[in-house]
C-alpha cells in the first residue's frame, strides 16, 4: 500500500461548497477507496465509498444528496464533491482504502491504509 494524501479542507459557511482530493500511490485508487470523518469526541464514521469494479458508489444517509464521490485513475486521485454543507458536516475528512478487492466497497473495519486528515468546518 502506497501513501495517502488528503487536501482540499477549509472553513466555509453553511451553504458553500469544498472539494476534497486524495493523492494515491501504488494503484490504490484500483482498490475499495472511501472517505470518512471523524468530530471531536465522536468516532469516525463512514462517508461515501466508491466500487473499484464498477464505480458505483455508496453514501451515509446523513450525506446522501449533497455529497458526490468520484476517482480519477488517470492522475491517481479519489474526489469528495460536498455542497450545501452544513454545521454538522464540521469533522476532519479522512480518505481510505482497503487492500482487498473484496467486498467492493470500503468501510471503517476493512480499510487499512489512511491518509492523515484534512480539517473541514462549516459555519452557521
Known amino acids: 500500500q502506497g501513501n495517502l494524501v488528503e487536501s482540499g479542507g477549509g472553513l466555509v459557511q453553511a451553504g458553500g461548497s469544498l472539494r476534497l482530493s486524495c493523492a494515491a500511490s501504488?494503484?490504490?485508487?484500483?482498490?475499495?477507496m472511501g472517505w470518512f470523518r471523524q468530530a471531536p469526541g465522536k468516532e469516525r464514521e463512514f462517508v461515501a465509498a466508491?466500487?473499484?469494479?464498477?464505480?458505483?458508489?455508496s453514501y451515509a444517509d446523513s450525506v446522501k444528496g449533497r455529497f458526490t464521490i468520484s476517482r480519477d485513475i488517470a492522475k491517481n486521485t479519489l474526489y469528495l464533491q460536498m455542497n450545501n454543507l452544513k454545521p454538522e458536516d464540521t469533522a476532519v475528512y479522512y480518505c481510505?482504502?482497503?487492500?482487498?478487492?473484496?467486498?467492493?466497497?470500503?468501510?471503517?473495519?476493512?480499510?487499512?491504509?489512511w491518509g492523515r486528515g484534512t480539517q473541514v468546518t462549516v459555519s452557521s
Open positions: 501504488g494503484r490504490i485508487v484500483t482498490y475499495p
Open positions: 466508491i466500487s473499484w469494479r464498477t464505480r458505483g458508489t
Open positions: 481510505a482504502a482497503s487492500s482487498s478487492r473484496s467486498p467492493e466497497y470500503v468501510s471503517r473495519n476493512s480499510a487499512d491504509n
